[in-house]
Nanobody
Framework: QVQLVESGGGLVQPGGSLRLSCAAS????????MGWYRQAPGKQRELVAT???????NYADSVKGRFTISRDWVKNMVYLQMNSLKPEDTAVYYC???????????????WGQGTQVTVSS
């Protein structure tokens, strides 16, 4: 089994910054893409940013230029640096990873439990 644990959420004022972290652990043979998604109350979960095994990144238009995704290959961790936060960034942020647990198994999709980010004055 694979576990993803997020940390770093909290309350921040508009214009402020937060850094989210996600640690993957368990039966991991390899990790392909990792990413962050978010879900605001009453809305569907949406992509925030992803990073592939080749270090290619992809961002939602709403966060481009403000958020930066990065990854530590050795520690199986992914980070999301969030700057210039806006009230509309308020949501539960979820870590996602595409993981192979053995050489013979297909890639499976795993999710963390989520961490709350609230941007408010």
């Amino acid at each position: 089994q694979v576990q993803l644990v997020e940390s770093g959420g909290g309350l921040v004022q508009p214009g402020g910054s937060l850094r989210l972290s996600c640690a993957a652990s368990g039966s991991i043979f390899s990790i392909n893409a990792m990413g962050w998604y978010r879900q605001a109350p009453g809305k569907q979960r949406e992509l925030v940013a992803t990073i592939t095994s080749g270090a290619s990144t992809n961002y939602a238009d709403s966060v481009k230029g403000r958020f930066t995704i990065s990854r530590d290959w050795v520690k199986n961790m992914v980070y999301l640096q969030m700057n210039s936060l806006k009230p509309e960034d308020t949501a539960v942020y979820y870590c996602n990873a595409h993981v192979r647990t053995t050489y013979y198994t297909a890639t499976q999709n795993y999710w963390g439990q989520g961490t709350q980010v609230t941007v408010s004055s």
